[in-house]
């Protein structure tokens, strides 16, 4: 790679952390996101596995998971449109931050956000007797699964429209499946086989596939394949959110 | 300024579906020239501006900023510009502060630098104590202040100022204006400027370019502009007594116009027609008041380029003759 090359690469990664950095004061750390990040998976999980004397090291790696994907996944598909209806968007595409460093800003700051209020079950968690036994696996679990949900969430974004509205219901309606057939709440080996056919293709199953390993739990799928699986979810979704974001340029006023 | 160009455009076309947005327009800026760029809405104005930033692609030809193509090297042009959008559109959950170092951020200011000149700019606009003011507290005028310092956090070679003034009070307007051209003056900065304000156009820039239904139909030099239209040249008198018949002290089919104490008479030769009215005028023992002859307004300059010169100017009635 040419020096220029190089420098020029610095320049989009500075860009795409100090979007980051907006995104983080703009739209996340604000009590009721910090909050609701919190409360909602652990309330949705435990509403679920209440009464069903769910043991400890499956609920755990349970709500950590559904606390990850909540919350990497929950901020990303309002940034863009929130941006666009505020006509700042317009800003940042003409400032020298390319579409890549725009994209990779917003997927760094759900990312973050994600990572940071999983490590809150987490504690939880290890306070209340359940054991780390692959630490490895664990942060892995946790990394890469912020990337590929903080991925998702900037694919939902990318649709042209200005009414975050039309986007939470896209949210949604993508999310919750992914839940149920992600091993979270019920386990594999228990699903019906439309379902153990389908879980391979939400990028939470692999998450939660890590976290669990990294509780002490079995794994469902090969741990190569979890990482690869992760990073293949989140190359494709960043790849395709780039994509759409192409072509609607191509078609806006 | 000189006579190097910062933009160039060729064969600039911008398609939205069937329609033709922009239309092969081509045109080159010198560095250091304040351009104004004038059309009727929709006339294609905002489109070229987002063009030459790099907010949309165009459909056919190019342009070059700061000697970087808009299509092939779209990041390293937009390195050299600041931009003004249309619409105000800082950060508002945003402070003052936080607005412009976001910008003097996304464009590599160093950290010393940005806080000097951000310090400098908020000074300059009366904005230095609003540092902490969220965005969403501004009013439009002071939101549109900050839109300007963030634009020029940066240094820009060329600012691209997209209706600065639309909707502003006198004053803040006036602020604007101001540095805008102090700005021009001082740091050679090459300005890109839509209005549907034709008088500050005419102050403001150096040229003016006149896009109609995506077409570029005109451009040239304020001065230029007035001159090229010999039919909307005048002559202004009026008289001592206001019962005076224009008719009766001009052999002419000329379009005459009345002003509130005098007459307009436009004509393709103002000095012949002044000297007529004058000797007229005397030999008939008629006393004139005052008499000019005039080169057309800016406005009157693009009325007539964009096909509406028939519309009378606001504050005047077309008279009858006699």
């Known amino acids: 790679m040419s020096a220029d090359a190089l420098h020029r690469l610095r320049r989009q990664a500075h860009a795409a952390y100090v979007i980051a950095k907006k995104d983080a004061i703009i739209y996340y750390l604000k009590p009721p996101v910090i909050s609701f990040g919190i409360v909602f998976p652990l309330f949705f999980y435990l509403a679920f596995a209440a009464g069903r004397s769910v043991p400890t090291g499956t609920m755990v790696p349970g709500i950590v998971a559904m606390a990850l994907f909540f919350t990497a996944s929950a901020i990303g598909p309002l940034v863009t449109p929130w941006e666009r209806q505020a006509r700042t968007f317009e800003r940042l595409v003409t400032s020298p931050a390319s579409l890549e460093a725009i994209l990779c800003g917003d997927v760094l700051a759900g990312m973050a956000f994600g990572a940071l209020l999983s490590l809150v079950p987490l504690l939880l968690g290890i306070c209340l007797a359940a054991h780390v036994a692959n630490a490895g696996c664990l942060s892995l679990g946790i990394t890469l699964g912020a990337l590929a949900f903080s991925a998702m969430g900037v694919l939902m974004a990318a649709p042209p429209t200005n009414a975050p509205s039309q986007i939470m219901m896209l949210s949604s309606l993508v999310r919750l499946p992914l839940i149920f057939i992600s091993g979270v709440f019920v386990p594999h080996a228990d699903m019906p086989a439309w379902g153990q056919w389908l879980s391979p293709l939400s990028p939470l199953s692999y998450s939660a596939d890590l976290i669990r390993v990294g509780f002490g739990g079995a794994a469902y799928f090969p741990v190569p394949l979890d990482i690869a699986a992760l990073i293949g979810f989140a190359a494709l979704f960043l790849a395709t959110a780039r994509f759409i974001h192409r072509v609607t340029r191509d078609k806006a006023r | ?322």
């Open chain 2, 1 to 322: 300024m000189s006579a190097e160009p910062i933009i160039e455009a060729e064969g600039l076309t911008r398609h939205y579906g069937q329609r033709v947005a922009v239309d092969h327009i081509g045109f080159s800026i010198s560095r250091g020239e304040v351009f104004g760029f004038l059309g009727p809405n929709g006339a294609g104005k905002s489109t070229t501006v987002r063009m030459l930033t790099g907010y949309i692609p165009p459909t056919s030809g190019t342009a070059r900023v700061a000697g970087c193509d808009i299509v092939a090297e779209p990041v390293s042009a937009r390195q050299h510009i600041g931009v003004v959008p249309e619409e105000a559109s800082a950060y508002a959950d945003l402070s003052v502060w936080q607005n412009i170092m976001l910008m003097g951020e996304l464009h590599s200011v160093p950290r010393r630098r940005r806080t000097e000149r951000g310090a400098e700019l908020t000074e300059l606009f009366a904005l230095a104590d609003r540092h902490n003011q969220k965005g969403r507290d501004l009013s439009k005028g002071l939101r549109q202040r900050l839109m300007l310092c963030m634009a020029l956090v940066s240094d820009p070679e060329i600012l691209f100022l997209d209706e600065p003034t639309t909707g502003l009070d006198v004053a803040s307007s006036h602020v604007i204006r101001d540095i805008v051209t102090r700005m021009n003056r001082e740091r050679d900065m090459t300005v890109f400027v839509t209005t549907h304000n034709i008088e500050e156009a005419g102050d403001l820039c150096h040229r003016v370019g006149i896009i109609d239904q995506g077409r570029l139909v005109a451009i040239d030099t304020p001065q230029a502009l007035r001159g090229s239209i010999d039919a909307r040249r005048s002559v202004e008198v009026r008289f001592a007594d206001r019962m005076v018949v224009i008719s009766d002290l001009i052999d002419t089919n000329a379009e005459i116009v009345r002003l509130a104490d005098g007459f307009r008479i436009y004509t393709a030769q103002p000095g012949r027609l002044a000297q007529e009215v004058a000797t007229r005028a005397t030999n008939r023992g008629i006393e004139i008041a005052s008499l000019n002859t005039l080169t057309p307004s800016l406005e009157e300059v693009f009325l007539h380029i964009t096909a509406r010169a028939g519309a009378p100017a606001p504050g005047r009635v077309r008279a009858d003759v006699g």
